[in-house]
């Protein structure tokens, strides 16, 4: 699916880096979301230099390029189904890490109608 052979990946890396998400439930079985990139040394996400996601292929513009250090490399966005996410974050350098996520989205809870 991604062509990387071309990119120096560095698995030893990989375990220093991980994503998180949030997802709201919008209505009509739409929900809002983001991914970030973590680590548990904060220096370390000063070694990216861009993180791509590669969304689902139904998604308009499927690749995303994310070059916002501030906000650690999140990507918002919004959709009704659960997939797979394929990360490269691109460390200054050209090394790239390979890194995958589960989009998960939660149920939203069930409103109980109180008759008057």
């Known amino acids: 699916m991604l ?7 560095n698995k030893t890396e990989s375990n220093s880096y991980f994503v998180k998400q949030s997802c709201i439930y919008s209505g009509d079985d739409y ?13 370390r ?5 861009s993180v791509t996601y590669h969304l689902h292929k139904t998604f ?8 916002d ?3 650690n490399f999140r990507l918002d966005s ?12 691109t460390l200054k350098g050209n090394t790239v890490i390979k890194l995958e996520h589960y989009l998960k989205l ?6 109980k109608t109180i008759k008057k």
Do not use: C, H, Q
Request: hydrophobic share 45%; aromatic share 12%.
């Open 45 to 49: 996400l000063d070694k990216i230099s």
């Open 31 to 43: 929900w809002d979301w983001s991914v970030w990139i973590e680590s548990n040394d904060s220096a």
């Open 78 to 89: 919004s959709g009704w189904g659960e997939f797979m996410i394929y990360i490269l974050v």
């Open 3 to 9: 062509e990387i052979e071309k990119l120096r990946l």
């Open 69 to 71: 250090r501030e906000t």
């Open 60 to 67: 308009p513009d499927p690749v995303r390029i994310i070059k």
């Open 106 to 111: 939660n149920a939203p809870r069930k409103m």
